[in-house]
């Protein structure tokens, strides 16, 4: 009944009271429909995306309901394995959403995330409450490949999968380690689980850590097999011509792989680092010595998204990786959450921002940047951050001209309405101080 009550009005409210009724289930009456009732709520958009706080406790009730009280449910009481199963099915679903993946990635370290303080980030909660579950198995004795299921069955082979894995990996190692049968299987997971350590945009310093924990652990008799999978990974470095013609264009952005290789460098065993030194060379001599644990790609004070629900942090780790012309065409298809009519402006506030943050970066290529935002409300908030960046003094002198060229490139042939007429305002502005 409550199941069905849940799909068919998933309203924030309804289901704020329902997962209230669910909490009050005693223990030894929770079900595998109980559990369907809680996987409703947390998969519901309308709850995750407000409840924050709701959200964690709701995933720690059914991290507690899997093994309650450290006693591990065996034989037919299969509610554990339903747990497991549910959870990874609901991250893997969230994962879907447009943008979740790169919000997990800018969460440099899962370690920090709690079910009692959890952040605004829902695909952040859920990682947190995967890794709690299968943790609480691993000191309870479950085998590796029994607690790694869920992930492995329900969730996708991306960059999102091979790092809840390194880091169960990690957090387990202590209670692993201890018992030879079990420390022969986490090591025959960990060589697999290397093979995938190139995937994702961004690093993380959870994924470094399990890496230092294979080159400082790994038994002699394993060690070539594990290079062997983890230079497999980060796949082959550049021939010197690609090495030569990256530098003769520089500055321009730095390629996938060698920025993940570039991150995770200090914790690479020397025969998978030492082919790559020509290249991390370079990258040293553009960028200095990377940091000793890979950093946040954003740093950020708070989790709170303005902008109609569209997060700068996002955004501004996309510009990193793909370009500002890229980061610009995301954001203008991007949708606004409670939309009301002001969705374009939404979007130029943010883009204001993006351009504040690193103006010399974002005037690199404004012919690019103004396509990419096609509507003039964005081309005119585009412009204009970097006419009041000129102003300030925080572009190179050259920069001005080329910024006006490519602003007068895209003018309004008619002033049809207040946002082209705002553009043609922006352009003559910096037409002038060019």
């Known amino acids: 009944m409550l199941a069905r009550l849940v799909r068919a009005q998933p309203e924030r409210f309804v289901l704020i009271r329902v997962a209230d009724w669910a909490r009050d289930v005693p223990v030894d009456e929770r079900t595998g429909l109980w559990v369907r009732v809680f996987e409703g709520v947390v998969r519901a958009r309308t709850f995750t995306a407000h409840e924050s706080w709701e959200s964690g406790q709701v995933l720690r009730e059914l991290v507690d309901t899997a093994h309650p009280k450290g006693r591990l449910r065996t034989g037919k009481d299969r509610l554990g394995v339903i747990i497991r199963s549910a959870l990874a099915d ?6 879907n959403d447009e943008s979740a993946g790169l919000q997990a990635e800018l969460v440099n370290e899962l370690g920090t995330i709690t079910l009692t303080d959890p952040p605004h980030v829902i695909v952040v909660t859920l990682m947190r409450a995967v890794l709690d579950l299968a943790l609480a198995e691993a000191q309870l004795g479950v085998p590796v490949g029994q607690r790694l299921r869920g992930m492995h069955g329900k969730l996708p082979a991306t960059e999102h999968q091979a790092r809840l894995v390194a880091v169960h990996l990690t957090e387990s190692w202590p209670h692993d380690s201890q018992r030879a049968e079990a420390a022969a299987e986490w090591w025959q997971t960990a060589v697999a689980a290397a093979r995938q350590a190139g995937r994702g945009t961004w690093p993380s310093a959870d994924l470094a850590d399990f890496l230092a924990l294979l080159d400082g652990h790994c038994p002699q008799e394993l060690r070539a097999q594990m290079e062997a999978a983890l230079g497999e990974g980060l796949g082959a470095p550049p021939a010197a011509a690609q090495i030569r013609a990256w530098a003769d264009a520089f500055p321009g952005p730095v390629l996938r792989r060698w920025r993940v290789v570039r991150r995770l460098s200090p ?6 680092r030492g082919p790559w030194e020509p290249v991390l060379s370079l990258l040293e001599e553009k960028y200095g010595p990377p940091p000793s644990r890979p950093e946040p790609v954003v740093k950020t004070t708070s989790w709170v998204e303005t902008y109609g629900g ?5 955004f501004s780790a996309r510009a990193q990786a793909d370009g500002a012309a890229a980061a610009v065409a995301a954001l203008a298809a991007a949708q606004v959450t409670d939309d009301d009519g002001y969705a374009d402006e939404d979007r130029a506030g943010l883009l204001r921002e993006l351009v504040a943050h690193d103006p010399q970066a974002w005037a690199a290529d404004p012919a690019a940047v103004a396509a990419a935002a096609a509507r003039p409300v964005l081309q005119a908030a585009y412009f204009n951050a970097l006419h009041h960046a000129a102003g300030k003094g925080l572009l190179d002198p050259g ?11 895209i003018r309004p042939r008619e002033a049809d309405g207040p946002q082209a007429v705002q553009l043609q305002l922006v352009i003559s502005n910096l037409l002038h101080r060019a």
């Open 399 to 409: 920069v001005l001209g080329v910024l006006a060229e490519a602003a007068f490139a």
């Open 90 to 95: 609901v991250l893997a679903d969230h994962l």
């Open 310 to 314: 569209l997060s700068v942090e996002v």
């Open 267 to 272: 914790v690479l065993p020397e025969p998978v």
